[in-house]
């Protein structure tokens, strides 16, 4: 359920992607795909020029917990990790959020309780 990362088209097929400083972008795949090397199992990667690419873009997943935004984290065993996106501190409190930094809210959330859950192309 969750992504949170570069996604690129390349050959009309989409892929797992990072970007290097190099203008190379380097894709990955869970099977064995035609020109790429295999790193361990159920990992393969090819590295191509950035302007071979059909499109290039960052999706994370986002959902509303207890009717507020946040983006999807993590997750484990039945629970969602979530960061609160909505950016008001006293709702972060009042929903009981774990302040983990300055201004960043999160907190364990039981999956079947999210709403909306989407991904969301930046």
Do not use: K
Not at 18 to 40: C, K, M, Q, S
Not at 42 to 52: K, T, W, Y
Not at 54 to 62: F, K, P
Not at 74 to 86: F, K, L, Q
């Amino acid at each position: 359920m969750n992504r949170d990362g570069y996604v690129a088209r390349w050959l009309g097929r989409e892929f797992e992607a990072v970007p290097g400083a190099d203008g190379e972008i380097r894709l990955y795949a869970p099977e064995p795909t035609d020109g790429f090397e295999e790193l361990r199992p159920d990992r393969f990667r090819r590295i191509v020029p950035a302007f071979e690419l059909e499109s290039l873009r960052y999706v994370r997943t986002v959902c509303r917990w207890r009717g507020e935004p946040f983006v999807v984290v993590g997750e484990h065993d039945g629970w969602t990790r979530v960061e609160y996106t909505g950016g008001r501190a006293p709702v972060a409190e009042a929903l009981g959020l774990e302040r983990v930094d300055q201004g960043v809210w999160q907190a364990w959330a039981p999956t079947g309780e999210l709403q909306d859950v989407r991904e969301e192309f930046i």
